[in-house]
């Protein structure tokens, strides 16, 4: 059976609350590779992994409910706008949005083989990467998945974190561990940083 970690910050907003932190470890109930997880608040969160696999919790994870949805593609990322809209993204070019809250789910067209990242801006503007590509793809929306723009390829994404709408980093996996930022809403990039020791960068964060 997988498991979950959650780490949670839980400040104290009223007197009859108390500040937590720490690693919880949960049971999802599923015996499938997981490969991310995403809240919509406190309550509500999703997880999608290998097989078609999509996991709700409406209690903060204590417990996590399967919803098929009929797929049997490794589904790699998930996550949702500021208005919970949400997206999910995997094998075979498969990118999946919901508009009530995972109840539903519409496959969008997309050009792209294994898409394995993905990171939301706000209601229409997405960004994600295919990882099987030659050269990998590096995919932009700018109308909430309705039609994707190709920008730059850099390589194998790892992980992807923006400022705004134009301005990011991805930490890249191809001849080497690679970090690239661009302003132009990935139309270029710039090589910041390249690894000498093979570190393997797998997240970035601003």
Known sequence: MKTIFILIFLYS???NCS???GWLQQNSGSLRDLKSVSFINLETGFCVGNSGTILRTTNGGKN???NPIGLTKNLNAISFTPNKT???VGDSGCILKTTDIGNSWIALNVDAMSITTIYVINDTII???EADGIPNKFLKTTNAG????VGTPVGTVTSMSFINANTGWAAVV???D???KTTDGALTWERQFVSAFGSNIRSVFY
């Open 13 to 15: 907003y009223t007197s």
């Open 19 to 21: 500040s937590q932190q």
């Open 64 to 66: 996590w409910i399967d």
């Open 86 to 88: 949400g997206f999910i």
């Open 127 to 129: 960004y994600c990467n």
């Open 146 to 149: 309705i039609n994707w723009i």
């Open 174 to 176: 191809w001849t080497g």
């Open 178 to 180: 690679e970090l690239f």
